[in-house]
């Protein structure tokens, strides 16, 4: 099924991961993406009926903690790591927002 | 009549005053220098693990049990995945699978004393995103402090059909999660926001119309005015042949209409899955009934209470329970021994009008629930007179402490008939005129001879005692 992955689907998933392509690679890709799925298809012959879904593979139940706030102090280590700064926050790119 | 019936769903954001972040260990805390209450998880640092708050969780228990909800007994959480500058970790955790509450309803009186019940389709808690600001200079500046913060999001079914009822629904449940004590539900501040769809059809068409999404709205009123905009225009779209397309516009205030902002191309695409970082949740009913019996008294109830225990009119009772802060400030003040009725009666008027007219939110001003008992105790004693309680009010809404402030000011009620009584006789010893017309039969001459008292004694005697002393002393004459 997934052999025949269209294209667009493959230009879709890049758009939304932020990716830009040429055809080469987008035709490359495709292929990488279709095999990729192919080969996770196969899970689909396991027969589950009856299995209840797993949302963690931990066995872990109500694990919750208190809500008690802890400052981090970590600020300034923080902020080192971005790649530009200013006046204690981060410095991105000219959002193009149309709500602002 | 319209021909045309109207379709509107809301969906509203409320941030809770919890005091650590939904998922991290962060302070909750509005107005802190930018990216103070930050760490590694909010940052979205790789190989960080989340661990999930329990108050968040409560709170979205609790919201739900205020909404009438069915709990959801298994839970886990989801990621919802976008890109944007303010979601460092390139997804939002939320309940997309399992809202922690489902089927629930808010009960909206109308105008013409009919009520009608707006369904809840689901409430889940979630995280928010950090704070973009946009400078204008090509780049933009993003704050993490918001990033984290837990969310109640709360999905009205479909079934709201007037801007009033919309406007009724925000209302109501504003007041029922104030009550509960998780959110401040202030629009201005952003604790509570809300994203509208609104969709129109000709009467008895199967399908509904084309939804229309409309954002900034920043006020409950703002939320009507938009919606009655939108509901006209779509009317007439639909009256002059047009399609309806599927866009989000959003509310310009100073020409109250909706502007087109941009038209959506099919669905978002969110792609969630389950959050493997964090366990699944079961809610146990000892757990629900735990939650339960940790919410503080309804709105509802405190209105019955009011009614029943202090005779309050339906009304007073209504208006002291708009918000959270009222209600507690009046039970303070009653507790602390002040006669019920006249609280309610100085809070409904002089304090009221005070907010008013200074803008203010009752827990920013100086008034404090000890000295306007204080104050009130004192003209219940008879202490002071209600005029000169006038004087009082406005110097604890300065801050001054009532009793000391009457003390230093001489503005202690002359009640004494010993010292009343001279001042009596000597204004009535000026006033023979008035002697004569009370004994000619008009009352009016008392009011009168009552106001000259009240003027030599600087508005300090007790007009009750005035009026005693007044009528024995004209019979004597």
């Excluded at chain 1, 923080?78 to 006046?87: G, K």
């Excluded at chain 2, 009666?345 to 009008?353: K, P, Q, S, T």
């Amino acid at each position: 099924m997934s052999e025949s992955l269209p294209r667009e689907d493959a230009a879709h998933v890049a758009k939304l991961a932020k990716l830009h392509f040429n055809d080469q690679q987008l035709n490359l890709f495709t292929g990488q993406l279709a095999n990729i799925l192919d080969l996770v298809e196969t899970l689909n012959e396991v027969d589950t009926d009856g299995v209840k879904p797993t949302y963690t593979v931990s066995d872990n139940i109500n694990v919750l903690r208190e809500d008690v706030a802890v400052k981090s102090n970590q600020k300034n280590e923080l902020l080192a790591n971005a790649p530009e700064t200013q006046d204690g926050q981060i410095k991105v790119p000219a959002i193009i927002d149309e709500e602002s | 009549m319209s021909s045309f019936e109207t379709t509107i769903g809301l969906e509203v954001h409320v941030e809770l005053k919890t005091k650590s972040k939904a998922f991290s260990l962060s302070p909750v805390n509005f107005g802190d220098p930018a990216n103070e209450n930050t760490n590694v998880i909010d940052w979205g640092y790789p190989g960080v693990l989340p661990s999930a708050n329990k108050g968040a969780l409560e709170s979205g228990m609790m919201a739900a049990l205020a909404l009438n909800a069915q709990i959801t007994r298994d839970v886990h959480w989801d990621r919802k995945n976008y890109f944007y500058p303010d979601n460092p970790k390139s997804y939002q955790v939320t309940q997309q699978q399992t809202p922690i509450g489902h089927d629930g309803y808010v009960e909206i009186k109308k105008e013409d004393g009919t009520s009608k019940r707006i369904g809840i389709k689901e409430l889940h808690v979630e995280e928010d995103a950090g704070k973009n600001s946009h400078s204008g200079k090509g780049y933009s500046l993003v704050d993490l402090n918001r990033q984290g913060t837990p969310l109640v999001e709360i999905v009205s079914q479909p079934n709201i059909s007037s801007p009033d009822e919309a406007y009724l629904y925000l209302e109501k449940l504003r007041q029922l999660i104030q009550f509960t004590g998780i959110s401040d539900v202030k629009m201005q501040e952003g604790s509570m926001r809300v994203d509208i769809n609104i969709s129109v059809r000709p009467i008895g068409a199967e399908k509904y119309g084309t939804k229309v999404e409309i954002k900034n709205v920043n006020s409950f009123q703002y939320a009507k005015n938009a919606l009655a905009y939108e509901e006209q225009r779509q009317r007439d779209e639909l009256m002059a042949g047009h399609i309806i397309g599927q866009e989000t516009r959003r509310f310009d205030e100073p020409t109250k209409s909706t502007i087109l902002m941009r038209v959506k191309e099919g669905a978002d695409d969110y792609r969630y899955f389950p959050e493997p970082d964090l366990p699944v949740i079961h809610v146990s009913d000892e757990w629900i009934k735990a939650v339960k019996s940790s919410l503080p008294e309804t709105a509802d109830d405190r209105i019955a209470r009011y009614i029943n225990k202090f005779a309050l009119s339906k009304k007073e009772a209504a208006v002291l329970t708009q918000t959270l802060e009222m209600a507690n400030f009046y039970d303070q003040v009653v507790d602390d021994g002040a006669d019920p009725k006249r609280t309610a009666n100085y809070l409904i008027g002089d304090v009221n009008a005070y907010l008013n007219e200074t803008q203010l939110d009752l827990q920013d001003t100086k008034l404090t629930p000890g000295h306007l008992s204080g104050m009130i105790k004192l003209i219940d004693n008879g202490t002071i007179s209600t005029k000169q309680a006038k004087k009082v009010f406005t110097a604890i809404t300065d801050g001054e402490e009532p009793k000391a402030y009457v003390e230093k000011n001489g503005l202690v009620q002359l009640s004494d008939p010993n010292k009343l009584t001279p001042i009596i006789n000597q204004i009535l010893d000026d006033n023979q005129q008035s002697i004569d017309d009370f004994k000619g039969g008009k009352d009016r001459a008392i009011g009168y001879l009552t106001g000259q008292v009240m003027k030599k004694t600087h508005g300090n005697a007790n007009p009750k005692i005035v009026h005693e002393i007044l009528l024995a002393e004209l019979k004597k004459r």
